[in-house]
């Protein structure tokens, strides 16, 4: 049997040079990789999972009915 640590992240990405369009995109990491090659953008350590968008939650006093 093998046990194989992930590591899951997520961060703001912002879409366009204007406006505030953003998405939150979810990687995925081994956990035994070396922290010196998985901070490494060019070592590929990362596995890109999908994309959430962001979501605005508005309170009972900010609808109007």
Known sequence: MV?????????ATHLTNFGSASLWPIYLY???????THAK?????????????K??????SQLSY
């Open 30 to 36: 081994l956990g035994s990789q070396s922290k010196y």
């Open 41 to 53: 953008p060019m070592s590929f350590a990362a596995h890109h999972l999908a994309y959430v968008p």
């Open 3 to 11: 046990i194989a640590p992930i590591m899951v992240s997520s961060d």
């Open 55 to 60: 979501v605005n939650f508005k309170t009972k």
